[in-house]
């Protein structure tokens, strides 16, 4: 049985968070982006930043990094069900809730406080501590489960393209060609003749 105050707990806390971090950093990087547009792409390419700035912060083991990447990471999960409609950002957004729930409720609080200061001000203080992240998470979770519902699974909110515009397009471009090729032309090139 493990210990929860032993080196080995927090070691395998450390290396739950790592694997979970490097992960998301290489799905963030092989993922195709060309859909991706505006604010969404802004937020892809902070969020892979960000990922980065933890792993420096890892390898040069800096709490002060890691406390940074904490802050910072807590604000991202508030702000991007909020203000993305990005079906990619909000399924990754889910996922990461849920992990984050069940690491919260696995290991009684967050992972990621295992690898900073105790005394740290920056995600340890006074307004910090008045939140309950325990419900903080679902509902952000629902946000992003509520949303991605709307904006991929109800097909009426889809763009509908208009397919008149092109098939007026389409039926003038063969009645020029066939005015063409009535005067003894090309396909359409209005010279006569061969070629």
Do not use: Q
């Amino acid at each position: 049985m493990l210990d929860y105050c032993s080196d080995e707990y927090k070691k395998y806390k450390i290396l739950i968070l790592d694997t979970i971090i490097t992960l998301s950093l290489m799905i963030f990087v092989i993922v195709d982006k060309s859909h991706i547009k505006g604010i969404d792409l802004y937020l892809c390419w902070m969020i892979i930043g960000l990922l980065v700035f933890y792993l420096i912060g890892r390898y040069f083991e800096n709490k002060s990094y890691i406390a940074c990447f904490h802050f910072v990471w807590a604000c991202f999960m508030v702000v991007i069900p909020l203000i993305t409609t990005n079906t990619f950002l909000l399924m990754v957004h889910l996922l990461v809730s849920l992990f984050t729930i069940f690491t919260r409720k696995m290991f009684d609080g967050c992972i990621v406080r295992t690898l900073e200061k105790e005394d740290n001000t920056i995600t340890n203080n006074n307004f910090t501590n008045h939140l309950n992240w325990d419900i903080i998470f679902p509902v952000l979770a629902m946000i992003s489960t509520a949303k991605l519902i709307y904006y991929r699974v109800i097909p009426h909110h889809r763009p509908i393209i208009n397919n008149n515009n092109s098939s007026k397009d389409n039926n003038n471009n063969n009645n020029n060609n066939k005015v063409s090729i009535e005067n003894g032309g090309g396909e359409g090139d209005g010279r006569g003749g061969v070629g």
